[in-house]
């Protein structure tokens, strides 16, 4: 797999008996099949809780939702204290662009969970917006804050 922008982690492989490589997850604690985004999404997890101080309960990949009476699946989302969502990841193959259609894609979920902070990456680039609904801003941040910094 491809190096990323993110630190390195002990990972876990294994192959399975259709000779594909699977990943640990340990967020759905389970091993699932290694794809490029799911490369990007067990690294991405790893950096959020290793080194943003994301407690690891509070996080969910996979999210089943439903959008405009079509179910859908949100790649990551980070919960509050309280249990609210308080983020919304998508994550991309180090491969594809982060495009507007990736944002699109992402605000759509929002519009379901209306979250503060949106993060999109491709596991090369990283985006993160914190979302002002009463002042209706989007702001581009410099980087990913802590889990601290987004309660």
Excluded at 68 to 78: E, F, I, L, S, Y
Aim: proline content about 5%; aromatic content about 12%; some cysteine.
């Amino acid at each position: 797999m491809i190096t990323l922008n993110l630190p390195t982690y002990d990972y876990r492989l294994k192959q399975n008996d259709d000779k594909s490589i699977a990943i640990w997850d340990a967020t759905r604690r389970r091993y699932v099949t290694l794809t490029p985004e799911e490369w990007v999404r067990q690294h991405f997890v790893a950096f959020l809780t290793g080194h943003r101080g994301y407690p690891a309960g509070r996080i969910g990949n996979e999210i089943s939702l439903q959008l405009n009476g079509r179910p859908r699946r949100c790649d990551t989302v980070v919960y509050g204290p309280t249990g609210d969502a308080i983020a919304l990841v998508e994550y991309k193959a180090p491969h594809i662009a982060i495009t507007q259609e990736v944002f699109d894609q992402i605000v759509r979920y929002n519009m379901v969970y209306q979250v503060p902070y949106i993060i999109v990456s491709n596991g090369l680039v990283h985006y993160c917006c914190h979302i002002d609904y009463a002042g209706r801003q989007c702001t581009f941040l410099s980087e990913i804050p802590t889990y601290e910094q987004m309660l």
